[in-house]
C-alpha cells in the first residue's frame, strides 16, 4: 500500500487549498478514505472521511469550509479546503484504515 500526498503550501487566512492523494496496492473503488490532522505539538484529528458511493462526513471543525471527493479512475482523493484559518495549521495525511502517507504541510498565516 502506498499512500502519496501533495498539494500542501503556505496561505493567508481565508484562502484556499487543494490536496490530493494517490493512492495504490488496494481496491481503490471500494476503499473508504480519509483525512487526518496533526498540527504542532498535538495529537492526530481526523478530518473526514468519503466512502465508496461518495457519501462523506467531516469533523466540526471543518465542515462547511472542507469538501472532500474522490476519483476512482485515478486512485486519488482529494481535499479542498477553503476560508482557511490559523487552527487549520498542521501535516495533512491520507488514511487508509490505520495506514498513512507521510504527510503534506499546510501552513496558514499572514
Known amino acids: 500500500v502506498q499512500l502519496v500526498e501533495s498539494g500542501g503550501g503556505l496561505v493567508q487566512p481565508g484562502g484556499s487549498l487543494r490536496l490530493a492523494c494517490a493512492a495504490s496496492?488496494?481496491?481503490?473503488?471500494?476503499?473508504?478514505m480519509n483525512w487526518a490532522r496533526q498540527a504542532p505539538g498535538k495529537g492526530l484529528e481526523w478530518v473526514s472521511t468519503?466512502?465508496?458511493?461518495?457519501?462523506?462526513v467531516y469533523s466540526d471543525s471543518v465542515k462547511g469550509r472542507f469538501t472532500i471527493s474522490r476519483d476512482n479512475a485515478k486512485n486519488t482523493v482529494y481535499l479542498e479546503m477553503n476560508l482557511l484559518k490559523p487552527e487549520d495549521t498542521a501535516v495533512y495525511f491520507c488514511r487508509y484504515g490505520e495506514l498513512r502517507g507521510q504527510g503534506t504541510q499546510v501552513t496558514v498565516s499572514s
Open positions: 468519503i466512502y465508496s458511493i461518495g457519501s462523506a
Open positions: 496496492g488496494f481496491t481503490f473503488s471500494v476503499s473508504p
